[in-house]
Nanobody
Framework: QVQLVESGGGLVQAGGSLRLSCAAS????????MGWFRQAPGKEREFVAR????????IYADSAKGRFTISRDDAKNTVYLQMNSLKPEDTAVYYC????????????WGQGTQVTVSS
């Protein structure tokens, strides 16, 4: 069992930055790939970024490329999402998730953290 707790959300002006954190419980954190997703009001949840269990492979949604960076610190059981040049359309609840096997559904989800970008 892995429990995930996101933090770092808040209100920021367009062009600003935020760093989201996702703290995981459990000794097996380093064996999971980790992802960030978001869901805006009235929209479906969408993929933002993923980092594999080694930390050497990352992928991003087109909307995140060049602006967001996903990273992990296995010593702290934490995954991060650095978000720069934020836009109002980035406003959403951001969720982190843990994936045991590539290509499979994500196994565990956090409760989410709200990010609001004002214009």
């Amino acid at each position: 069992q892995v429990q995930l707790v996101e933090s770092g959300g808040g209100l920021v002006q367009a062009g600003g930055s935020l760093r989201l954190s996702c703290a995981a419980s459990g000794r097996t954190f380093s064996t999971y790939a980790m992802g960030w997703f978001r869901q805006a009001p009235g929209k479906e949840r969408e993929f933002v970024a993923r980092i594999n269990w080694t930390g050497y492979s990352t992928i991003y949604a087109d909307s995140a490329k060049g602006r967001f960076t996903i990273s992990r610190d296995d010593a702290k059981n934490t995954v991060y999402l650095q978000m720069n040049s934020l836009k109002p359309e980035d406003t959403a609840v951001y969720y982190c998730a843990a994936q045991r096997r590539q290509g499979a559904l994500y196994d565990y989800w956090g409760q989410g953290t709200q990010v609001t970008v004002s214009s």
